[in-house]
Structure formats: C-alpha cells, structure tokens
T-cell receptor, first 116, second 106 residues
C-alpha cells in the first residue's frame, strides 16, 4: 500500500510553453501533498505544500505564479510550470501523507522536465 | 528553518563491508525518515524512525531524538546497495539532508 504515482514520468517542451504534472495517491487519501525539486547530484528542495481545497503554501524564493499548484481532490495534486524556460529543467517529485496516519511520507517516482 | 546534515558525503566500500551513515538535525521533530534513491530517481522508504531503533534485514536505524541525530547501519553491503541515501526530518513538511553517496565495489 501507500503508493504515489506521477504523470508524466518524462516531458520535453519548448521554451514558453506550460507543462502540467500530476501527482496521485493511488491507495490512500491525502489532504496534504508536497512538491520537491531536485537538480542533478543535489538534494531535494521543498517547493510548496499543497492543501486540498485551499491555496498552496510556497517556500521562500519559489514563484507561485510560475509554479501553479492545484489540489482539487483527496487523491490528486497538480503542478503546472507556466511559461517554462530552460532553467526550469529539473526533476520534480511529489509526496503525501495518508490521512489516517500523519507520519510516514510516501514519494512519487518523479517527473523529469527538460525545457529546450 | 531546520538544518539537516549528513555524513559522510561520499563512501566507497568493498562488498561485504559494514557502514554507518549519520544524520544530524538542528531542532526537535516529529518525523524522521531514511530513503534510498535508486538510479531512476525513485525514493525508496527505508525507515520511518522519529525515535528508537528498527531493523529490516541487513539495514537498521537508530534515532536519538534528545541528541538530534540518527544513524543508518548497512551490514554485509552488496553492490545493489549503491546509490544515494537521504535523511529527511520535519513535522509536517520534510527537509532533506544533502545525502550520502554510497558506492559498493565487487
């Protein structure tokens, strides 16, 4: 149990376009999901906390108009990278806690975004 | 915010050797997890261990919450143990350490 999926796993887009990444909890419900970003050979950096039914909370330095987050249901959060530029190229990973136990966090397999 | 430090940053072992990875954190937390990131980027949950000791096969972990550190032990290492090991701590959101890159040579 406690599986988190992401779609797509890999995406290549042109500069200036927008890209949507989906994060789904497959076998549990989550009122809170998290979005991380990882550069090559670096650690994971928290970008934002996604709250079901309310606005996301962004970490300092993360542009909320650039990275739009929507958490429309207890099993789905989406991250939209708007007007993507090459510097947005990165590995994006989501995670979630099951509602029934706010302890162990489970991570999706990640989405590799390349902006040309 | 909370600071998380992992050591050593890199570790090279011969197959069969044992190792200890350390995670220090700057504030008390309710959640501490160890992960192994595989070559495809997937984070594999190893331990949820805000305190105490747990064992799972060749791996074990100990967290001393009062002293703000956690240790991950890998015994009889195998080449498949190679990869990056992360410690993450927090209450709600998780903060990651820089990781330990482990290479196990045959």
């Amino acid at each position: 149990g406690a599986v988190v999926s992401q779609h797509p796993s890999r995406v290549i887009c042109k500069s200036g376009t927008s890209v949507k990444i989906e994060c789904r909890s497959l076998d549990f419900q989550a009122t809170t999901m998290f979005w991380y970003r990882q550069f090559p050979k670096k650690s994971l950096m928290l970008m934002a906390t996604s709250n079901e039914g309310s606005k996301a909370t962004y970490e300092q330095g993360v542009e909320k108009d650039k990275f739009l987050i929507n958490h429309a249901s207890l099993t789905l959060s989406t991250l939209t990278v708007t007007s993507a530029h090459p510097e947005d190229s990165s590995f994006y990973i989501c995670s979630a806690y099951p509602i029934v136990s706010y302890n162990e966090q489970f991570f999706g397999p990640g989405t590799r975004l390349t902006v040309l | 915010g909370i600071q998380v430090e992992q050591s050593p940053p890199d570790l090279i072992l011969q197959e069969g050797a044992n190792s200890t990875l350390r995670c220090n954190f700057s504030d008390s937390v309710n959640n501490l997890q160890w992960f192994h990131q595989n070559p495809w980027g997937q984070l594999i949950n190893l331990f949820y261990i805000p305190s105490g000791t747990k064992q799972n096969g060749r791996l074990s972990a100990t967290t001393v919450a009062t002293e703000r550190y956690s240790l991950l032990y890998i015994s009889s290492s195998q080449t498949t143990d190679s990869g990056v090991y992360f410690c993450a701590v927090g209450d709600n959101d998780m903060r990651f350490g820089a990781g330990t890159r482990l290479t196990v040579k045959p």
